[in-house]
């Protein structure tokens, strides 16, 4: 069998060693930073992951999901929060047997490490930064941090699980034919925190994502295992563009006191260390890859490095663990091909790929600027009955992408047709007893087939 190297040891790349080393393979892998379990590598950079039904399948195929959901934090629904200080909680899904995770990006990535640890044919090497690549000769240059030396490797397949910022891809841009592009929201985010009571318990409601939309702003809430929220701010950088409530404008102590006390009042009294929180912590970035193609010989992109996406539908791990899914499959149906497992595998999920992130931006808008309208809650009531009446016609964007693993193009494509069905039926009414239900069904069976 091949020796695979992974160059990236973070949620893909550990995973993938897991998958490729059930199969036999000799996997090596490569990690710039430090080995997180020994060393802090700082926070203030983590957005909490929201694990669902297609990261939890590829769990479940390597036999990790038990153990897994031991750290992960059911949530059943977003409470939205006004700016009077009202919540209303709107179901992710039918029931409270469809719901996401709440997990903690830091502690799933070292326990997913020290699973692949557990095979002797898995070998995690940390502080090597990839620094070159010949394609001619295949053979990869690595700087070690801690010697200082410069190390080359030759790998049969090597697969890039480095994220956003992938070295691998960015040596595959000097390929001839290689499609790039990145697009920078102009928003950033703050990590904030909500401790846990002194008696360890949540000070919100544990089971939900909480959600502060203040149109062009919000703050968001996820739960962790030791009763704390880890709490995000999203913002737009500049003045220009978000006036007072921009980070380049609350820049001083008494401008973050005063942004805070006209927009979150409910909440601040909950975070004692606010104020330090959010000048220490830096301000991340929100960033949309795509790419093509992702394969060049034995070269291949997985994960954020071929496709990085905003966080708004919570998908960006469960993507990247589903590329592992659809690998993981073709190798099983290709046997050592890796011509055709690789080529297979490009066709399958860049198409899918692409959908996802659009789906993630559209999905920003509806949770900045469209959950507290009392049109989309509306709109919400008329999208339930319809899925009760015609579950497998008319399914929620939502519950296609989070609850089902049916592709994110399809999701996409359907998504488009069913909101101009809702905004038909809801026009000009604000009242169930209202909607036109005959109508409703003419469009479902003229527009909508079955999946």
């Given at each position: 069998m091949k020796k695979i190297t992974i160059n990236g040891a973070g949620l893909a790349g550990s995973l993938l060693a897991i998958y490729l080393a059930k199969k036999g393979y000799d996997v090596d892998v490569f990690e710039k930073r430090p080995d997180m379990r020994i060393k802090d590598t700082g926070g203030g950079?983590?957005?909490?992951?929201?694990?669902?039904?297609?990261?939890?399948?590829?769990?479940?195929?390597v036999g990790l999901y038990e153990e897994i959901k031991q750290i992960c934090i059911p949530m059943y629904g977003r409470m939205i929060h006004s700016i009077d200080g009202q919540t209303t909680f709107l179901r992710y899904g039918k029931d409270d047997s469809e719901y996401i995770n709440s997990v903690?990006?830091?502690?799933?990535?070292?326990?997913?490490?020290?699973?692949?640890?557990?095979?002797?044919?898995?070998?995690?090497?940390?502080?090597?930064?990839?620094?070159?690549?010949?394609?001619?000769?295949?053979?990869?240059?690595?700087?070690?941090?801690?010697?200082?030396?410069?190390?080359?490797?030759?790998?049969?397949?090597?697969?890039?699980?480095?994220?956003?910022?992938?070295?691998?891809?960015?040596?595959?841009?000097?390929?001839?034919?290689?499609?790039?592009?990145?697009?920078?929201?102009?928003?950033?985010?703050?990590?904030?925190?909500?401790?846990?009571?002194?008696?360890?318990?949540?000070?919100?409601?544990?089971?939900?994502?909480?959600?502060?939309?203040?149109?062009?702003y919000m703050l968001i809430a996820l739960p962790n295992m030791d009763g704390s929220f880890t709490c995000t701010l999203f913002m737009a950088y500049d003045e220009l563009l978000g006036g007072k409530n921009s980070f380049e404008y609350v820049n001083s102590p008494d401008r973050l006191k005063y942004f805070l006390n006209e927009n979150f009042i409910d909440v601040i009294g909950l975070m004692p260390e606010l104020e330090d929180d959010y000048f220490k912590n830096p301000t991340g970035t929100l960033i949309t890859i795509k790419c093509f193609p992702w394969i060049h010989n034995k070269i291949a992109l997985l994960g954020d490095s071929a496709h990085a996406i905003v966080p708004f539908f919570g998908q960006g791990m469960n993507a990247a663990f589903e590329d592992c899914v659809y690998l993981n499959g073709y190798i099983e149906k290709f046997g050592d091909d890796w011509n055709k497992i690789l080529d297979e595998y490009q066709k399958d999920r860049k198409v899918n790929a692409d959908a996802i992130a659009d789906l993630a931006q559209e999905n920003f808008i509806e949770m900045r600027d469209l959950v507290a309208t009392e049109k989309f809650q509306f709109k919400k009531k008329i999208e339930s009955e319809l899925y009760k009446k015609y579950p497998t016609r008319f399914i929620p964007k939502y519950t296609m992408v989070t609850f089902m693993r049916i592709p994110y193009k399809t999701a996409l494509v359907r998504g488009k047709i069913q909101e101009k069905i809702l905004n038909q039926l809801s026009d000009g009414i604000s009242d169930l007893e209202k909607v036109n239900w005959s109508l409703a069904e003419k469009l479902i069976d003229f527009q909508l087939s079955e999946i």
């Open positions: 950079r983590s957005i909490n992951l929201a694990l669902s039904v297609r990261g939890i399948q590829a769990l479940k195929e903690s990006r830091a502690e799933l990535n070292m326990k997913l490490m020290n699973m692949a640890e557990q095979y002797k044919n898995v070998n995690l090497y940390f502080n090597r930064r990839c620094t070159g690549i010949n394609f001619e000769t295949n053979e990869i240059n690595y700087f070690n941090e801690v010697l200082n030396t410069n190390e080359n490797i030759n790998p049969e397949i090597l697969i890039a699980t480095d994220g956003a910022t992938s070295p691998v891809r960015v040596e595959m841009l000097k390929l001839p034919r290689f499609n790039f592009s990145q697009e920078y929201e102009n928003y950033g985010y703050k990590e904030l925190n909500i401790p846990a009571d002194k008696n360890g318990n949540h000070m919100l409601e544990k089971n939900c994502l909480h959600i502060w939309p203040r149109g062009s």
